[in-house]
Every structure is written in structure tokens, then in C-alpha cells.
């Protein structure tokens, strides 16, 4: 049984990487572009659409970047369950933020007109998004590292509270927040927080005792 479980797993990604013996099959690749768009991501119970997930990349990592259009065709290696779908751009060139020399170096190669984020669409079973090429695993690692980032800087506020206009508590209020709000922290002054509410981009002075840590937990990523 256990030899049978071994020989399974071995052969199941030999079996995703064979060419189709029928390359001539129908998609409707823009039911797949659709579908692709609102499939999601999670990491660190944070969840984005792959829409948003690639737009934010293209943002992220390149100056003045654009997205084009989306377009799609068939998998080489199972047409009749997989689409490869891409995100076309433009971009004046990449942003200074790589991590990594050898990022710097992708994002340099392919900041020009005409370059693409491509996912790997299927739906066979259960619908299934992996990265398809450097850009889509850099448009991954860049929505962790903005996650990680937001995590590092989340509070709650478990009674609520007032945003003030500066960090003084006779200053006027701007905002009001709802008990057990969840917030990011812009910028700590004198025992307040300088907090806003996403998605929302205004923020406000907060007293640093009327919030708490987000505890940290093990996400998942798909």
C-alpha cells in the first residue's frame, strides 16, 4: 500500500509535464481569463484575488507600470483541463526595491512593453492557479513580503476609539473607530499610533492603550 502511495506521488508530476497527444482542443479562453481573475490567494490568512495580486505587482515592482491586457491560450501540457494565462505590461523600468541582485536583474529584463505575468490556470477537479514562469513566482514572493509587512504593523482596537488629527487629546477628531476594528500602524509619537482602517488610505492618531497586537498565526498559501 505504501509502495503503491510512493509510486503515485513519483508519477503524478511526470504525468502534469507530458505534452497532450491532442493539441487541438476548445477552450473558452475568456471564461478562463475571467475565472482566473477572481480566483484567490491566501497567505497568512490575508487573501487577495489573482487580479489584484498581479496588478499589485506590476505597481509594485516596476516604475510607471501598466497593465495591457490579459490574454490566454491553452497549456502545452494539458489543453483540455489548463489555460496559461498572462498578464501583458509596459513598464518604464524596474523600481530600486529588489530584495536580490538576481530579482533586479528579472525585473530589469522585463520591464519593457510586452512583458507578461503568466499563471497556470486548471480547473480538472478543483480549480488550481500556479506561477508560470520568474515574473508570476516574483509577482508570489512580492504579495508575501507585502503581507508580511502588514502583519508586522496590525493592531485591533477591542473597545474602538476616535482618530484624532495629531497626537494630542485635545486635538480635533477625523474618524471614529468600531470595536474590534483591525488597523495598520503608520507611526508611533509620544504613547499614540498614527493608524487608518484598510482599504481605506486616510489615517489618524489613535492612544497607543486602546489597541492590541494582532496575534500572529501560520497561514496557508495556494
Request: net charge neutral; hydrophobic share 45%.
Amino acid at each position: 500500500m505504501l509502495a503503491a502511495r510512493i509510486f503515485k506521488t513519483a508519477l503524478a508530476p511526470a504525468l502534469v509535464l507530458l505534452p497532450s497527444p491532442n493539441p487541438s482542443v476548445v477552450r473558452d479562453m475568456a471564461r478562463d481569463i475571467d475565472d482566473l481573475q477572481r480566483a484567490e490567494c491566501e497567505y497568512r490568512g490575508i487573501v487577495a484575488r489573482f487580479d489584484e495580486l498581479t496588478r499589485a505587482y506590476i505597481l509594485q515592482a516596476y516604475e510607471d507600470g501598466q497593465l495591457i491586457r490579459w490574454q490566454a491560450q491553452p497549456s502545452p501540457y494539458n489543453p483540455e483541463t489548463e489555460t496559461l494565462v498572462t498578464a501583458v505590461f509596459a513598464a518604464a523600468g524596474p523600481k530600486a526595491s529588489a530584495p536580490v541582485p538576481e530579482l533586479a536583474h528579472l525585473r530589469t529584463q522585463s520591464g519593457t512593453t510586452g512583458a507578461g505575468v503568466t499563471w497556470r490556470y486548471s480547473k480538472l477537479a478543483a480549480v488550481r492557479v500556479a506561477p508560470h514562469g520568474d515574473l508570476a513566482r516574483d509577482a508570489i514572493a512580492v504579495f508575501r513580503a507585502t503581507v508580511d509587512s502588514f502583519i508586522e504593523r496590525m493592531v485591533y482596537a477591542p473597545a474602538g476609539g476616535v482618530l484624532r488629527a495629531t497626537p494630542d487629546p485635545s486635538a480635533p477628531v477625523i474618524g471614529r473607530i468600531e470595536a474590534g476594528a483591525v488597523l495598520l500602524v503608520e507611526e508611533e509619537r509620544a504613547g499614540y499610533l498614527r493608524v487608518r482602517q484598510p482599504p481605506a488610505t486616510e489615517a489618524g492618531w489613535l492612544e497607543r492603550k486602546q489597541v492590541r497586537v494582532v496575534e500572529k498565526t501560520d497561514g496557508r498559501d495556494h
